[in-house]
């Protein structure tokens, strides 16, 4: 199997996680800084009590904290596809704008690769649990102690408990990601006849609810083995939640051979299989700083 590696122009790979916000509701919700390929460690400060005034000649009280660190690594994401071997045969502006066009879509997958792996700590590909998410996704009941039971007709009641949750652990909620279903919920909810949240009629997709920053995601329900279905996830997103991603993206283009699996040989074709990486890394700092609204 011939394989020519390259590795994708720096700006491209900028606009790539550019337009990863417009797909990611986690990206839209959070702030982005970028990752060392190695990973980073974000340290955590659990700081109790209050600060203290101290007279002239007073002891200076004792204060508890914690101090916690908290590991962020990349993990890699692969996404490939098949495209005519025009490619290799392309000066090299043709190329690029091959590569613009398959980054506009590798964008697109990798937003919502990152939602699906870290909202719910499963392989997109296989929607199976992966055993290294574990303490670093939403539905990680060890992690996110903050739930509240999704009912459709008092769906605007689950949002504000699930707010209070976070509220009551002194928390601060910033952004708010919900489903298409919980949407509809809300777009239904009457008093007297009258529609309560008119921005969710006709599958409305408001950028903001109520103050905070809202972002509508088919990703948010992705349910696991259990059956359980997620329908808002909200929080701190800014100052509770990092991402990033490593720079250097290595891209295979593959000449020959069946590398996908798809039953037919590349050259027989006249196709190449690009395939492109991606190590993006993230971390929850702060569970009690988060609540699901699930069914």
Known sequence: MATTMLNLPEELVTDIFSKVKGYSSIAALSGQAPLPFNGEKVFTFSMDGEAAIVGEGQAKPASNASFTPKVIRPIKFVYQTRVSDEFIKSSDEGRLNYLQVFGNGFAAKIARGMDIAAMHGLNPRTMAEVAGLAGNNFDDEELITNVVTYAAATADDNLDAAVQAVVADLGVVNGIAISPVFGAAMAKIKVNGVVQYPEFRFGGAPGSFAGYALSMNPTVSMAKTEGRVDHVILGDFQNAFRWGYAANMPLEVIEYGDPDGAGRDL?????????AEAHI????????SFAVVHA
């Open 267 to 275: 050259k027989q074709y006249n196709e190449v299989c690009l395939r």
């Open 281 to 288: 890394g993230w971390g929850i700092l702060d569970g009690d």
